[in-house]
């Protein structure tokens, strides 16, 4: 991954650059973003670029061999960590010996197809979606080990560690040295979208830096880089907030996407209809989604189509970023709620997927849900 290869940016790729140029390269990076938003190859392109011998012009060669290696994301001095747990591609394994190794041709697979990918991805690439994940203290064992040895090429020995709001409190005290004094010429980049969740024991010895949402025209590039072009992308460079990530997701699921519409159809008829049966019949619909992930993203769904009514009843059309035929749909809904309805359903969604990461009982908030947009109806 080169930097050219990223679109927007232009800021972090500077401070990334001045870093590498001057020599002075922090030993701990934390880089912080809405998820999906690029912080992922924008790592990529820095260790990239820190260990290419043939940079110039702002980036590294990407043809020599350090930089195919890296490319291909083989190379033996850069390291990746992320939450595990036993899955269907782990064998026999108990989960505290499960580390990042054992997923790492999975892993591999979803990144080089698309470096934006969210954590529900790598948690469907390897096989663990249905499962609390964290970073265990055999993966900063092994780690350290491997760090300790230093690179085998003579250059940076590199780290990217995904979601390290996941490292256990045994893996951090195992970690903490290294973080704080690694071996010379090693890095480590840590990459979340909830730093608030980090532990501040990490967080205090990182340099952060904040990687921000793309604006709509950077998001279009960046779904063209993946092969996602025409007028559905170009919807959801719209509505994604900035995040490819978020937009490749909506464009790959269409079977996600056609059970949320389906969803989203059957509740607000039942919610119009004023049928509290059917309504409650729903509740059962979305607990057997199966994974917190995929509720929290019909919420999301739920929460951009109700945005798309609220638009054409202030008569604002041109804020509706949706299909043609959707927007009949949309226009069908905004004659039949009533005002104020939208405004009060986006605060009730957003209350349960806070109240979806704090692992409330799931049938007890969609019902809770519910009943309020029956009452707010």
Not at 149 to 174: D, R, Y
């Amino acid at each position: 991954m080169r930097f050219a290869d990223i679109p927007g940016h232009e800021g972090v790729k500077r401070a990334m650059l001045s870093m590498a140029d001057s020599g002075r390269v922090p030993h701990a990076m934390m880089l912080y973003e809405n998820e999906g938003c690029g912080a992922f190859p924008l790592a990529l392109a820095f260790l990239q670029y820190l260990a290419c011998p043939n940079r110039h012009d702002g980036d590294s060669c990407g043809s020599c061999p350090s930089c195919n290696r890296m490319s291909k994301l083989i190379h033996p001095d850069l390291h990746f960590v992320f939450p595990t747990n036993t899955g269907r591609l782990s064998g026999s394994l108990e989960a505290k010996n499960v580390v990042s190794e054992v997923y790492e041709a999975p892993f591999r697979e979803l990144a080089l197809a698309n470096p934006y990918f969210l954590e529900d991805d790598l948690s469907a690439a390897i096989g663990v979606e249905a499962k609390a994940c964290d970073i265990n203290v055999e993966e900063a064992r092994r780690l350290v080990s491997k760090l300790s040895m230093g690179s085998f090429e003579g250059g940076w020995s590199s780290v990217i560690f995904l979601q390290p709001e996941k490292i256990n409190i045994q893996a951090a005290n195992k970690l903490l040295k290294t973080i704080e004094e690694p071996p010379e010429k090693t890095i480590l980049i840590f990459i979340t979208h909830k730093p608030d969740k980090v532990l501040p024991t990490i967080a205090s010895r990182c340099q952060a830096m904040r990687v921000s949402p793309m604006d709509r025209t950077e998001v279009e590039r960046a779904l063209a880089a993946c092969g996602k072009t025409g007028a559905a992308a170009a919807v959801q460079a719209a509505i994604c907030g900035g995040s490819p990530g978020r937009a490749l997701r909506e464009l790959g699921d269409s079977e996600d996407r056609s059970l949320f519409r389906e969803l989203f159809s059957r509740l607000m008829e039942a919610l119009l209809s004023k049928d509290l049966a059917d309504c409650l019949d729903f509740v059962e619909a979305l607990a057997e989604l199966g994974s917190k992930e995929k509720q929290k993203a019909f919420m999301a769904y739920m929460s951009e189509c109700l945005r798309n009514v609220f638009v054409l009843q202030q008569t604002l059309p041109q804020l509706a970023y949706c299909s043609d035929e959707d927007r009949e749909y949309y226009l069908s809904l905004a004659s039949r709620c009533p005002r104020g309805f939208c405004r009060r359903s986006q605060e009730l969604l957003d209350r349960t997927v806070a109240m979806l990461e704090r692992n409330v009982n799931q049938k007890i908030l969609f019902c809770d849900l519910v009943d309020r947009l029956f009452l707010s109806i």
